[in-house]
């Protein structure tokens, strides 16, 4: 990851903008760390680089533990069963399957296929479904409260210019833009993926030390919901702040809450859709079946293929034997591949958070959470009042935007409002504010 990026505008940070992560592009496709973000159509349509990409996760899937013993599993039952047909069975009467036992395991193989099929639609649907209506959702909140507040923040310097007023309000704007990047975060980080953790969660001023400590005290997986919620508590002491400013205009005022509401909640549905997503995952006993389907699947039709291979053997000569063995063995094997890869991809596409290849890349949504405050950087405050009044408030968001965290200082005690709500369990001393 590479974050050398130099802040020139007031509210620009040193961690922030997909644009300075670490990108690689191979095939058409680009990758952040393990996980695929974008992809160009030439991926799916020009023949070399489909078969570049196939070659690369047929490597990738194989070196795993897993699909090897499978792999090899086939192996046996294929050199088996031709040892057999030529130690036990002579040229005039070789290995013969029986027909009803050939429609048997055609019937399998179909029901087998058609259950592949059902289990991969559902699991690429819940997939599908995580990134639109659960990460999409907050990201689009998101946007949505970062253009707003600009608004509104241009607005309230046009209408006040009280220093500690518009202090108070980029400090509420600067909690917001944490909190809704940490309950992303915070996601990534429970389910595992890399570089997601608490140290990084403080060195990059994602949260306070305190802060960190009061959300971990909560119950588990409650965490980005509750961030969600103080975003509403934030956005209603921005709203307090436009009271006391009595040129606002009442209707307006009132229109802004409403809009920001309306966000605030759409981020939280989003989590929320997120959390339940991950914690009822599809029927355990479900996908076990499919799996150990497909792993009979592909030893019966290994088995079937030894058998014909087996009759050849005593009637070619050995070259061409091994021809028709190499061949045989090469194109099943292809085959077991195309149908494990299928089942391990939707088992692993469960939970998109994670580590694995089929999971979001976390650090390009987080960042884009952050590059939506980017707005913020627009707002030319000498636009509107005086002059020397505006070059004191646009010292202090400088000082309040542009150090080296994405967040750079903490409003304080009065300004934040994630606080801790207490369980017996814990001690008094949890029941405090943020400092």
Not at 34 to 39: K, R
Not at 40 to 46: D, G, K, S
Not at 314 to 329: E, G, H, L, M, P
Request: glycine residues 6%.
């Amino acid at each position: 990851m590479s974050l050398n990026h130099a802040p020139s505008k007031s509210f620009a940070t040193a961690v922030t903008g997909s644009e300075y992560l670490n990108f690689k592009t191979r095939l058409g496709v680009t990758w952040l760390g393990d996980q695929v973000s974008t992809y160009e159509e030439e991926a799916l349509v020009n023949p070399f680089r489909v078969m570049g990409s196939t070659f690369f996760n047929i490597c990738h899937y194989l070196m795993d533990s897993a699909m090897g013993w499978h792999h090899l599993l086939y192996s046996l039952v294929f050199a088996v069963i031709i040892a057999m047909d030529v130690i036990w069975y002579t040229e005039d009467k070789p290995m013969q399957m029986p027909s009803e036992l050939k429609e048997v395991i055609g019937k399998f193989q179909a029901l087998s296929v058609f259950l592949l099929a059902f289990f991969v639609n559902n699991m690429i649907g819940r997939w599908w479904r995580l990134r639109t209506a659960g990460v999409e959702a907050v990201q689009g909140a998101n946007c949505n409260i970062a253009a707003q507040l600009g608004i509104v923040y241009a607005d309230i310097h046009h209408q006040c210019h009280d220093q500690h007023v518009l202090n108070t309000v980029l400090a509420h704007i600067s909690n917001i833009r944490r909190y809704s990047a940490s309950s992303l975060y915070w996601i990534f980080m429970e389910s595992g993926q890399h570089d997601f953790d608490h140290e990084n969660l403080q060195t990059m001023g994602f949260l306070t030390p305190s802060e960190l400590e009061i959300l971990d005290n909560l119950p588990r997986g409650t965490q980005p919901e509750y961030l969600w919620s103080v975003i509403g508590t934030e956005s209603a002491k921005i709203f307090e702040e436009m009271l006391e400013i009595e040129t606002f205009d009442a209707y307006y005022r009132v229109l802004a809450i409403e809009e920001l509401n309306h966000s605030w909640l759409k981020g939280r549905g989003g989590v929320g859709l997120i959390k339940e997503h991950l914690t009822c995952q599809i029927p355990f006993d479900y996908a076990v079946i499919v799996s150990g389907l497909m792993m009979i699947n592909n030893c019966l039709l290994f088995s079937v293929y030894a058998v014909e291979v087996g009759k050849t053997v005593k009637v070619y000569n050995v070259q061409q034997v091994v021809a028709f063995i190499c061949a045989d063995f090469f194109l099943l094997h292809f085959l077991a591949v195309v149908f494990n890869l299928l089942t391990t991809m939707s088992a692993r596409a469960d939970n998109p958070f994670d580590e694995g290849r089929v999971s979001f890349p976390g650090w390009r949504y987080v960042h884009r959470m952050l590059e939506d405050f980017e707005v913020m950087a627009n707002i030319k405050p000498d636009q509107h009042g005086s002059s020397t009044k505006t070059k004191a408030v646009k010292h202090d968001a400088k000082d309040s935007f542009a150090a080296s965290k994405p967040f750079a200082k903490v409003s304080s005690t009065r300004n934040s409002e994630l606080k801790f709500r207490p369980r017996a369990s814990q001690s008094a001393k949890n029941n405090q504010h943020f400092g």
